[in-house]
Structures are given as C-alpha cells and as structure tokens.
C-alpha cells in the first residue's frame, strides 16, 4: 500500500476502538478486568506507513511473524521508538542476535535448541529475554510448537540466564470453528496450570486469540491476544492474505 489516506488513517482508528471495545467485553463476560488483557496489533499485513497510522491510534504493542520485517519497521522513521515488539512466528537461530537488539517478546519459541541460543545471545548483550514456549495443541503436524511432553522437558531444563519464560502461546487449528476453538484454548490453559504446579514458575501470560477467536481466547483466560486482519479491515484488500502469511 503506497499511500495512506486519511480515510484509511480514520478507518483504523476505528476498527482499533471497535476491537479495544470487544476485547473489554469479552473480559467483563468473563468476569476479569479489561486491563489484564493485552492487544498485540499484528501488522505483518501492512506497510510502516500503516504500522505507523495504528500506533497513532493507540497500540504500542506491535507483532510480526518475519524477524526481516520487523528489522524494517524498527529503521522506519514514521514509527514511533516506543513501540514494543512482539516476534510470533518461527525465529531462525541465525536471525536472534540481530532481533534481540530490538528488546522484544518472543512469544514463538518452538524447540529447546531455539530457547538456547536466546538465552546464550541475551547473556552476550546483558539483557533479559522475556519469552514464552508455543504449544502445539491441535497436533496438527503442519503446525510449529511443542507437546506437552516437550514442554515439561524443556521447562525442568531451561538455561540458567538470559531468558525468563513467562507463559505459553498457542493457536487454534486451521478452520477450527469458535466453540472448537474455546475448548482447544481450555487446554492449553490446563496444560499451563499442570505445567506451573509441576515445574514452579506460573507461567502466567498465555498469547492465545486472533481476529476469529480472541473473545473465546479471553473466556479463557488469555492476556495477550494477537489481532491483525479485524485492525486493517478496509484499509487492504485481504485476498493476498494466505500469501502474506
Ligand atoms: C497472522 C497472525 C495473527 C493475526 O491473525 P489475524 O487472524 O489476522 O488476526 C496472530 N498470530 C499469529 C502467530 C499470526 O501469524
């Protein structure tokens, strides 16, 4: 998208206080504060310029799945230094020790060998990576993340600095319907609670709940929904979508 105009700028302002409000609802049905949940805005749909024109509009949380891209974003001058990143896709190893200077979340470790080299990269530059270990719930092979069984193993083995795991993220299967959706989040959220009484860390944010699914997410106790396409709704056209993913 080359040039952003101020009906798109209006636009997202719009849609992000559309989702702000539906995110608030959905935690009051569930009986918690709006304030303990989080909205990851996730532009790896859109240009700076757009990224820019969210951040305006009140999101200072920011995710992408391409550590490239974010690279990008954080040179471009139309987007405010303040932002915090959210890395949620796969991270190669090669690519930590430049994103790592970009102090970001990384919701997305998948393997043991992935949280080493964070952590090892972390000690190197004095700084403490806040990460979170990606469940594969739906054990869907074409899936990244980890089982349960992982999962134990890696948390009662984690590397002595560098990094503090401070939860887990997940998604819902490939057009795995809302009700479908909310019992797959149950159990992540069950896995988290077993995983917490067994390794003593409470492993208290869960990233769980996209555009489809954050208020089933929040129903069950997600603190950091990540949003995209429900942001940028009339500003691009979306048909490229499974393309940009
Ligand atoms: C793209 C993406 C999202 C956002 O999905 P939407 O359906 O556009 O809200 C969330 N999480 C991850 C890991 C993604 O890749």
Request: net charge negative; charged share 20%; hydrophobic share 40%.
């Amino acid at each position: 998208m080359s040039d952003l105009t101020q009906q798109h700028c209006d636009r997202i302002v719009a849609n992000w206080k559309t989702v702000v409000g539906e995110v608030a609802d959905a935690a009051t049905a569930a009986g918690r504060s709006a304030s303990d949940v989080k909205i990851i805005g996730v532009t790896k749909y859109v240009d700076a310029a757009t990224t820019a024109a969210l951040v305006a509009a009140g999101c200072h949380d920011l995710g992408e799945n391409r550590p490239q891209v974010l690279w990008d974003k954080v040179k471009s001058e139309l987007i405010d230094a303040s932002v915090r990143w959210h890395v949620i896709g796969h991270l190669q190893r090669n690519k930590v020790r430049r994103t790592l200077r970009h102090a970001p979340l990384i919701h997305s470790v998948d393997s043991g060998r992935l949280l080493k080299s964070i952590a090892t990269e972390s000690v190197a530059i004095n700084q403490s990576t806040d990460v979170m270990l990606e469940v594969n719930i739906s054990g869907d092979d074409s899936k990244t993340g980890m089982d349960a069984s992982e999962l134990s193993l890696l948390l009662q083995d984690l590397p002595s600095s560098g990094i503090r795991v401070i939860g887990l993220m997940a998604m819902a299967g490939w057009g795995t319907e809302p009700d479908q959706a909310r019992q797959q989040f149950a159990q992540v959220r069950a896995l988290r609670d077993q995983l917490a009484e067994q390794v003593g860390n409470p492993l208290s944010e869960l990233s769980m709940g996209m555009s489809g699914d954050f208020a089933a997410a929040i129903a069950e106790g997600s603190t950091m929904v990540r949003i995209g396409s429900r942001l940028f709704e009339g500003v691009m056209d979306y048909s490229s979508r499974a393309t940009n993913q």
